[in-house]
C-alpha cells in the first residue's frame, strides 16, 4: 500500500476519533512500509492519547533513521506536551532552518511564545508574526509548494509553480513568491518568459518590476532597460524603483549616474530596510570606481542593520584591506550560528573565514569555508556530474567552419578572456585595457543569452543548431552582442569580455566572430581551487563548494579548452596565471602579438590606469604584482587533497 493510501486511513481513523484504530494503523505501517511518515504519525497518535513514552520511543526511531521536518515537530510537541518549553523552542527553530515554510511549526511556534513569551526577545516574537502573516496573503498553492521545494520533494514543488496560475499573479506578494519559487527551481527562464507574454497583454507595473530584477539577476542589463523604460511611465518617484535604477546604472558603466541617484534617494528615505540597500549599493558604486576607503565606508554603515549585516560584513572581507577587531569577529561568529536565514549565514561565515585567514588562523578559516559552502550546496543542490557530462557533450559536438560575416562586425575584434573563476581574468583585463587600443568591458553575459536564445527559439541543445544558422541569423546575434558591449567600448577596435564561463561557448563566439581572439588563462589547480572555495558567487560556479567536484570540473574545462584550441588554432590560446605574474613583460608581448596589437608602451603601471572594475576582484589590480602571493595556498595544504592530487596527476 502507498503513503498516501495509509495516510487516508490514518486521518479517517483520526476524523472519526477512532484512536486505537489509528494506533493500529500505524503499528501495520510499520511492519510493512517503515518511512518517515509512519513514524511521524506514530508519534503524533500516543502523544494525542497521552502515552509520552510510546510517543517518544517512535520519534526516537524515526530520528535515528529518517532525517525529517514532521519527526522534529513531533519530538517539538512532546516537549511542549512535558512542559520543556526551552526544548522545543530549539527544535522548532531547527525545524525551521531546515525548512522556513513549514506552516504547521510556525504556527506552533507562535503558540510557544503566547505560552511561555519568557523564552523569546520581543524581536523575535515579531519575527515569528510577520512570518505568519506572510503566509496568511499568499494563496495556498505557493506556501504549499515553497514547502515541498523545502522538503526536497522537486517534481510537486515543479508542478505548483506551473500550474497554479494560468499567468503570473497580480498581487505583489504571490508575484513574489512565485518568481522566488521558480528561482529555487532553476526556472528563471520560465518565469521571465512568462512575464514578457502577460506583458504582451497589459503592462502591470508589478509585473514589470519583477521582469526587471529577474533580467538584473542573469545580467542581462541590456534586456532589463526596456523593460525599466516602462516601468518608469508608472513608478518614476517610488523609491524602489529608483533604487533598481541606480542599480542598472552601475552595472552599464553609468556609476556616478547611479551615486548621484541613490544619494538623493537617501536624503529622502525613512525606509530602514531600503537604507540598507542604498548603503550596500553605494559601497559596490565606489568599489567599482576603486575608491576602496569610501566603499569600506559605506560597507560599515550597512552593519547598523541586521538584516544585511552578514552581507555587509562579506563585502568589507572581499575588500581584502578591512582588518576586524576581535569584537568584530566575534560579532561576524555569533551571526554565523544565529537562527537567521541560510543566505545569511552563509555570508557571515565567508566573512569569518576571510577574517581568521588575514590572522593566521588558517584551520578555523577553512572550518569556516567550509560552513559557507556547505550552506551554498544546500541552498543551490547541483550535480557535478550532470555538470561535467555537459562539457564532455561539447567536445563530442562537430565543430562549425569559421565562415566570414558583415564588415559591420568584422570591424571590431572581440578578446575573449576564458577559463574558470579566480584564475586571473581581472588583472588581465586590467593589464590590457591599459593599452591605447584596447577597451575594457566587464563579464558580459550576453553570449551566455544568446546561447539560450537559440536553445529556446529551436528546441534543441546550441551546439546542434550552429552549423545551421544562416549569415542573417548570425549578423543579428553579433549585432546584439556588440550593442550590449557598446555601454563599455570607447570606439576602440578591440574590447575584452572577461567572462570565464565564454569557454563552453567558443564555437558561438567564432560562429558569430570569426575575428574573434580567446585567452584561456589558466591556474594552478591548487590555488585556484581554493580562491573560488573561499569566495562567495552571486550566482553559479556550484561546483566550487566541494573541492573534489572543483578537481572534476577543472579536469573537464581542460579537456573543452584543447578541443577547440585543437579546432581553431589561430583563435585560441592558452596562458597561465603565474606566467603572467612571474614574466608579465613577456608575456605581455606574446598577448599583443597574439591579438595583432603593438605591445604596451608600459605594462608594469597597469594598476595606475584609473577605470570602473566590474567585479569583486578589484582589490587586486590596483596594487603592483606581487609574486610571493603565489604561494599562499600552502597555508592549507593540509586540507586540499583533492587539489594537490589533482596538481600532481598534471604535473
Request: aromatic share 12%.
Amino acid at each position: 500500500m502507498s503513503t498516501t493510501s495509509y495516510l487516508q486511513q490514518f486521518s479517517q481513523a483520526i476524523n472519526e476519533k477512532a484512536l486505537e484504530k489509528a494506533v493500529d494503523i500505524t503499528k501495520i505501517w510499520i511492519d510493512e512500509a517503515p518511512e518517515t511518515m509512519a513514524y511521524a504519525c506514530a508519534g503524533m497518535i500516543n502523544r494525542k492519547m497521552g502515552r509520552l513514552e510510546a510517543a517518544q520511543e517512535m520519534v526516537d526511531f524515526g530520528k535515528k533513521h529518517y532525517n525529517s521536518v514532521f519527526i522534529l515537530q513531533e519530538q517539538a510537541l512532546i516537549y511542549m506536551e512535558q512542559g520543556k518549553g526551552p526544548e522545543a523552542r530549539d527544535t522548532f527553530e531547527t525545524i525551521i532552518r531546515t525548512n522556513r515554510y513549514f506552516l504547521s511549526a510556525w504556527q506552533q511556534l507562535w503558540k510557544l511564545t503566547k505560552d511561555q513569551p519568557s523564552l523569546f526577545l520581543p524581536q523575535e516574537v515579531a519575527g515569528v508574526e510577520r512570518q505568519l502573516r506572510q503566509f496568511s496573503d499568499m494563496p495556498k498553492a505557493l506556501v504549499q509548494a515553497y514547502f515541498e521545494l523545502g522538503n526536497g520533494n522537486l517534481d510537486s514543488a515543479n508542478t505548483l509553480i506551473t500550474g497554479a496560475f494560468t499567468q503570473p499573479p497580480s498581487d505583489h506578494r504571490s508575484l513574489s513568491g512565485w518568481v522566488e519559487l521558480a528561482q529555487k527551481q532553476n526556472m528563471t527562464r520560465f518565469v521571465i518568459r512568462s512575464l514578457e507574454v502577460a506583458l504582451q497583454k497589459a503592462e502591470q507595473p508589478a509585473w514589470l518590476f519583477e521582469v526587471v530584477k529577474l533580467l538584473q539577476n542573469q545580467q542581462n542589463f541590456y534586456q532589463a532597460q526596456k523593460y525599466l523604460d516602462a516601468l518608469s511611465k508608472y513608478w518614476s518617484d517610488e523609491p524602489l524603483f529608483k533604487l533598481t535604477q541606480a542599480s542598472q546604472l552601475l552595472h552599464t558603466n553609468r556609476v556616478e549616474e547611479a551615486i548621484n541617484v541613490l544619494q538623493m534617494l537617501s536624503a529622502n528615505n525613512d525606509n530602514q530596510p531600503l537604507q540598507a540597500r542604498i548603503y550596500i549599493l553605494l559601497g559596490q558604486c565606489y568599489q567599482t570606481l576603486q575608491n576602496i576607503a569610501q566603499s569600506a565606508d559605506f560597507f560599515r554603515l550597512a552593519l547598523q542593520f541586521e538584516h544585511v549585516k552578514g552581507e555587509a560584513y562579506w563585502h568589507l572581507a572581499n575588500l581584502k584591506v578591512a582588518r576586524f577587531s576581535a569584537d568584530e569577529k566575534r560579532d561576524i561568529d555569533a551571526l554565523a550560528q544565529s537562527n537567521n536565514t541560510a543566505m545569511d549565514r552563509c555570508y557571515a561565515f565567508y566573512a569569518l573565514g576571510m577574517a581568521q585567514n588575514q590572522d593566521g588562523e588558517f584551520a578555523k578559516a577553512f572550518a569556516s569555508f567550509t560552513a559557507a559552502n556547505a550552506l551554498k550546496r544546500q541552498l543551490n543542490p547541483y550535480d557535478v556530474n550532470t555538470i561535467t557530462d555537459s562539457l564532455d557533450m561539447l567536445r563530442k559536438a562537430p565543430v562549425p567552419a569559421l565562415t566570414k560575416t558583415d564588415a559591420a562586425t568584422t570591424s571590431i575584434t572581440p578578446v575573449f578572456i576564458v577559463g574558470l573563476p579566480r584564475s586571473g581574468s581581472t588583472l588581465l583585463d586590467q593589464m590590457l585595457a591599459a593599452h591605447p587600443h584596447i577597451d575594457g568591458t566587464k563579464e558580459l553575459t550576453t553570449i551566455l543569452h544568446i546561447v539560450q536564445d537559440i536553445a529556446e527559439k529551436y528546441g534543441k541543445a546550441f551546439h546542434e543548431v550552429l552549423p545551421n544558422l544562416t549569415a542573417q541569423e548570425k549578423q543579428t546575434y553579433a549585432n546584439w552582442y556588440l550593442e550590449s558591449a557598446a555601454t563599455f567600448t570607447k570606439n576602440s577596435a578591440y574590447f575584452i569580455d572577461k567572462n570565464p564561463e565564454n569557454f563552453k561557448y567558443i564555437s558561438v563566439i567564432l560562429a558569430l566572430f570569426p575575428q574573434a581572439k580567446i585567452i584561456d588563462l589558466r591556474r594552478d589547480p591548487v590555488a585556484n581551487g581554493l580562491s573560488a572555495y573561499r569566495h562567495h558567487f552571486a550566482s553559479g560556479h556550484n561546483y566550487s563548494n566541494a573541492l573534489s567536484d572543483f578537481a572534476q570540473y577543472y579536469t573537464a574545462y581542460t579537456k573543452v579548452i584543447s578541443h577547440f584550441a585543437a579546432a581553431y588554432p589561430e583563435a585560441v590560446t592558452t596562458i597561465t596565471y603565474e606566467t603572467l605574474v612571474t614574466e608579465p613583460v613577456k608575456t605581455l608581448q606574446n598577448v599583443c602579438a597574439f591579438i595583432g596589437v603593438e605591445e604596451i608602451a608600459k605594462p608594469l603601471d597597469f594598476y595606475k590606469h584609473q577605470r570602473a572594475i566590474h567585479t569583486p576582484s578589484v582589490a587586486q589590480v590596483y596594487q603592483p604584482l606581487d609574486p610571493n602571493k603565489l604561494n599562499e595556498w600552502q597555508d592549507f595544504a593540509e586540507f586540499l587533497a583533492p587539489l594537490l592530487a589533482l596538481q600532481s596527476e598534471l604535473a
